[in-house]
């Protein structure tokens, strides 16, 4: 298998895809490729890859607000809403981090690429992705109002700091700076199903991580022991 980057080349039997923004455009190549080399089509006449990766990554942007230093001292620890078993977004809520400092956020907006981390970042082969993709028609026809209420959010700073307000009534307006943003990359079912767990596929030499549904757990050591774990038994590898 050749895998080649804008810098270098490299070569290996196996492949682990943990490509986040861009797993599922990596894993569609990669599983193509495979599949053209042993000449495998499904029954339906098209690429064997085509059923095994069945998900489409679609980019949401979570933006968030840093509470003042002063005001720093109101939260305590981390401060979460119930979530809404709807959706695999928690909603906006306070983060102390190991800096000292407060995040609020993330709202969740659709980004208009997939490494749109501002509103004017806009990648048309990424957008006409997203908007063609009948998993997202689904999404945006299930829950279009919320999205209407995200997006206000996003440009209303007043709106962000009364959902704050649900969370710590004594949160101001003013206690708000902006913050940095980041980029989930959610996958999506043909279906319009927004997945909540882990989407890792398996393919004759290669493994593609599709789905980490946090943050926190792309950084689990216990989770990378699994995928090795996955790689040593399915490419018969050994200690």
Known sequence: MIVQTNREEFRSRHLINCGGLFSD????MASAREASAS???????VSASDDVIDVQIVPFRGEYYKVAPERGSLIKGLIYPVPDPRFPFLGVHFTRSIHGYVEAGPNAVLAFAREGYRWTDINLRDLRET?????FHAVAKKYWKMGLEENYRSLSKRAF????QRLLPS???DDLTPGGSGVRAQAVAPDGALLDDF???QT?????????PSPGATASLAIGERIVATAMQAFSLHD
């Open 131 to 135: 908007l063609s993709f009948s998993g």
């Open 25 to 28: 455009r990596i894993a569609r």
């Open 39 to 45: 000449g495998e089509t499904s029954e339906r006449g």
């Open 161 to 164: 700091t009364k959902a704050l």
């Open 204 to 212: 004759d030499r290669a493994i593609h991580v599709l789905n980490a």
């Open 199 to 201: 989407v890792i596929k």
């Open 171 to 173: 949160i101001t307006i």
